[in-house]
């Protein structure tokens, strides 16, 4: 199968910006394995692209309202999803498809530790 | 003494210097393995040649941009690699961290130590791509490199920063060249910089590798000689990589104003390494299998190898090795790495087995910019002998047909057998420029004619050692790189005479 025509299929397996569940079933059930494994993988990429993993070490309803706005502005037509990650130290992570943004105290002296190993040389 | 303040106050400085500005990464998945190359996806922002890290630890280089995925070869073991493992990008462009600990060591292409001594510091991140030197950093090449090969160096002289291809079959002693070349280097010449060397062994036998360290190291050539290592075992992207991580190395002491001579042992195999990645890689195949752009792969590399003109820089010089089958010098790599190179020793298994060793073919052998680097005292006796004995070759042919021959062609024959035998050299055996003038002088001149054919070799020899020892300011003369003046040439006469007397007697 073409990569156009896995596109196509793609596109067609989301109503109204929503997966549809009857179409998948069908799409699935005529393919090839070969060409399943592809359209699975593709599926998984289209999802990744189209939504946004907020990371944070602890989540509040408060929290997330708060934010909102700000996170629509910044990732529009987006999904946006909250996850758990205690080992974030004070900070919050971004992955959206192949793209991860962090930052936490972690990071910075991880950081700093890359910056006094350079200066030292 | 540093005081208690001095550090704070530096530790504040570089605190004040730091810029917390978050982390991005670029991650994608393994999708499959295929002989040590990893496609996959995500990855949309990686670059071609950047560094990218496994989860397992492992990392590898890009080699490959397509539409949804990427192919990555793998720097190091594929164990514990499975599908759908983490891959980042590192920001990262190939390199090597060099600095002038690697002296004496031996490396792999990535600058681990192999020959079990500690980690090297690294000083500066050289990359292993890197463009060459435009036209207006260089200068054309006016220094002799000298091998201590008396075919080399009188006939095919090799200049500081030229490429001259040491061409031949398998077993005639291609690399027993580069070695004394290298081992030659030991004797730094008045009035020239030191060469610092570099031998780069792709695809080679660990056996062979360890005989190399081994004879360096008796030689006391090791101190000023770096060894990168890929060899047979080790998977073809590290055989790919060596020449190029060689390269680097070159260039961060070319950068410090030193010269350095480079061996590339050989191209052939590393051609053959970039065919299975190619291959693997699924690019087109084009004559001989090999990948369209085998020829961009020496020529790029090639290319680094220079002479710059900036007060106090350095220079490269470039010895890369080629194996031929049967002598077939018209063959794909052969021919494209003879059209980049600006001259070829060609070595011939027939001169081989006849003796001659080493078995220079003169006839196809040429050093197209090394004339001008040759050394005045040199140029004055080479260029009468070359002459000679391209005649001399000549007439041999003719020779074959024909019985009976007039004086001057049979004096040309034996004078041309004569000067064969002075150029038959045992390896290891580098000799002093003032000492092949000498003898070459000896023998374009006549005073050879009367010495039998088997006496030749021990009359050098002998011949020699009565320089060193009664004619030392003769031979400081000869060294001295200056033109043969009369006064010299008449010392000369005089110096064979007594010596013939004491050989005759």
Not at chain 2, 306 to 331: C, F, M, R, W, Y
Not at chain 2, 373 to 397: D, F, I, P
Request: proline content about 4%; some cysteine.
């Amino acid at each position: 199968m073409k990569q156009h025509m896995m596109k196509q299929l793609i596109a067609i397996s989301y109503k109204n910006n929503k997966l549809d569940e009857k179409v998948v079933f069908k799409i699935a059930c005529l393919l090839l394995r070969k060409d399943l494994k592809r359209y699975v993988r593709a599926l998984k990429n289209y999802e990744k692209k189209r939504t946004v993993t907020v990371s944070l070490p602890s989540i509040s309803r408060e929290l997330i309202h708060k934010n909102e706005y700000l996170l629509k502005k910044i990732f529009p037509k987006k999904e946006i999803l909250y996850k758990k990650d205690p080992l974030l130290m004070a900070g919050v992570r971004f992955s959206h498809h192949d793209t991860i943004f962090e930052m936490s105290l972690r990071n910075t002296l991880e950081q700093i530790a890359a910056h006094a190993g350079e200066t030292d040389r | 003494m540093i005081t208690t303040e001095d550090i704070i106050a530096k530790l504040e400085k570089r605190i004040h210097s730091f810029n917390d500005s978050g982390k991005k990464l670029n991650v994608g998945t393994v999708m499959k393995n295929t002989d040590g190359v990893i496609t996959a996806d995500g990855l949309s922002d990686v670059a071609m040649g950047e560094i990218v890290t496994f989860e397992n630890g492992n990392s590898g280089v890009v080699l490959n941009l397509d539409e949804d995925t990427v192919s990555i070869i793998l720097l190091g073991s594929q164990e514990n690699l499975k599908e759908g493992n983490r891959v980042e990008t590192t920001g990262k462009l190939l390199s090597i961290n060099v600095s002038n600990e690697y002296l004496g060591r031996t490396i792999n292409p990535l600058g681990n130590p192999l020959d079990g001594k500690p980690d090297i510091k690294g000083e500066k991140d050289m990359p292993l791509e890197r463009i060459a030197p435009g036209v207006v950093e260089r200068e054309p090449v006016n220094t002799p490199v000298k091998t201590g090969i008396k075919a080399i160096d009188a006939m095919i002289p090799i200049g500081r920063g030229q490429r001259e291809l040491i061409i031949g079959d398998r077993g005639l002693g291609k690399t027993a060249i580069a070695i004394d070349t290298i081992i030659n280097q030991r004797i730094q010449e008045k009035g020239h910089k030191r060469v610092i060397c570099i031998y780069v062994a792709i695809g080679q036998k660990r056996s062979t590798v360890a005989q190399i360290v081994n004879k360096l190291k008796e030689e006391k050539a090791l101190p000023y000689t770096i060894i990168v290592v890929a060899d047979a075992s080790d998977p073809a992207s590290f055989q790919y990589l060596a020449p190029y991580a060689g390269c680097a190395i070159a260039e961060y002491f070319m950068e410090k104003g030193e010269d350095v001579l480079i061996v590339y042992d050989d191209l052939t195999k590393h051609a053959w390494a970039y065919r299975q990645l190619s291959l693997v890689l699924r690019r087109p195949a084009g004559r001989e299998a090999y990948p369209g752009d085998v020829f961009y792969l020496h020529s790029r590399l090639l290319e680094r190898a220079v002479k710059l003109n900036k007060e106090g820089h350095g220079s490269i010089t470039a010895l890369p090795i080629i194996e031929t089958q049967a002598g077939d010098i018209s063959a794909y790599i052969p021919t494209n790495v003879i059209s980049i190179t600006d001259g070829q020793i060609f070595l011939e298994a027939d001169l081989f087995n006849s003796g001659i060793r080493p078995a220079i073919n003169v006839g196809n052998s040429v050093s197209r910019v090394g004339g001008s680097a040759q050394t005045g005292g040199m140029k004055s006796v080479a260029g009468k002998m070359r002459l000679e004995l391209a005649q001399y070759q000549e007439l041999a042919a003719f020779a074959q047909f024909g019985s009976e021959l007039d004086k001057e062609t049979l004096t040309r024959l034996e004078r041309g057998k004569r000067t064969i035998e002075i150029f038959k050299q045992a390896q290891y055996h580098p000799v002093a420029e003032s000492l092949q003038i000498a003898i070459i002088w000896t023998v374009s001149n006549g005073h050879l004619d009367d010495i039998p054919l088997e006496e030749i070799q021990r009359f050098e020899e002998e011949f020699s050692q009565y320089l060193q020892t009664r004619h030392k300011k003769l031979l400081e003369d000869l060294g001295s790189g200056t033109k043969l003046t009369e006064p010299i040439n008449q010392t000369m006469e005089k110096a064979v005479k007594d010596f013939k007397q004491l050989f005759h007697g």
